[in-house]
């Protein structure tokens, strides 16, 4: 007679911590994945997915532990290399992030995620055209993959190539009509070639289904002073800033569309100017 059941294999244990993980609970897939390496040390899917639920967390440092374990039993797991990419970049060791992202390349060089977390990389160094290069190589390799098309038009935007930009944001709002990042910086882009009317319409669409989004409300009210629709640019402004005053005024201070009213006593107090 069993009394407990039979013990779990390291499978199983792994299958659930694999759930946990999916259903975006890190720490409690961590200890089954504990428990798996526990039974069989060198089990690499355990050491694999513990990393990535470790650079979840925070843990890089014990991250990159794990991909190492992983590394060293398979030595050109280009996912292991890629996410211990990531450990270094988030550690602030982007020179050695560089070249692990090169080892997954060279490892597989059709491995899209390393192409373009490299362009992520270079993009937050300052290094804009090099990360477009590695972006493009990556939607090369996976042209379904909208994540690279959305990266490349926010690194264009950053460039001031505004008509490239909302090219970007455009095809992916043509096959994803549910993309609503993709489709408020469509609207961004609009709006920074001067089409505010078009931006409005953008704008409002997002704002029916995500009323109390302070970023879609603050665009609007960008767009509102750029058409000299004072009043109604002042009452959104002021309704995004009762929801991130810190951020929302630093930015209203800068944005050269409000220029013309900062001397206007309402945008003075509702800013703090």
Not at 112 to 138: F, H, I, P, T
Not at 156 to 176: P, Q, T, V
Not at 199 to 226: C, G, P, Q, W
Request: glycine fraction near 4%; charge should be positive; proline fraction near 3%.
């Amino acid at each position: 007679m069993i009394l407990f059941g039979k013990p779990k294999e390291p499978e199983d244990v792994i299958y659930q911590a694999m759930s946990f993980l999916e259903k975006n609970q890190p720490k409690a897939a961590i200890v089954l994945f504990n428990q798996a390496l526990k039974a069989d040390p060198k089990n690499i899917e355990a050491l694999y997915n513990k990393g990535l639920a470790l650079n979840q967390i925070r843990k890089y440092q014990d991250a990159i532990t794990s991909f190492d374990k992983v590394l060293e039993i398979k030595p050109d797991d280009a996912p292991s290399l890629n996410n211990r990419a990531i450990s270094l970049g988030e550690l602030g060791n982007t020179e050695d992030a560089l070249k692990y992202y090169d080892k997954a390349i060279e490892s597989d060089s059709k491995y899209s995620a390393a192409y373009y977390n490299k362009g992520v990389l270079y993009d937050k160094l300052g290094k804009q055209e090099d990360s477009l290069r590695c972006l493009d190589e990556a939607i090369k390799i996976d042209p379904k993959n909208s994540s690279s098309r959305f990266y490349k038009g926010i690194v264009l935007g950053k460039l001031k190539r505004h008509e490239e930009a909302l090219n970007c944001f455009s095809n992916i709002c043509n096959s994803y009509p549910r993309h609503m990042d993709a489709l408020f910086h469509k609207g961004i882009e609009i709006a920074e070639l001067g089409k505010h009317k078009q931006a409005i319409e953008i704008f409002d669409k997002l704002l029916t289904e995500h009323k109390n989004n302070v970023n879609v409300i603050y665009a609007k009210s960008r767009s509102k002073a750029a058409l000299g629709e004072i009043d109604q640019s002042l009452d959104l402004l002021k309704q995004a800033i009762s929801q991130n005053p810190k951020v929302i005024k630093k930015w209203a201070k800068q944005e050269t569309v409000f220029e013309k009213i900062q001397d206007d006593e309402r945008f003075k107090k509702i800013t703090g100017h």
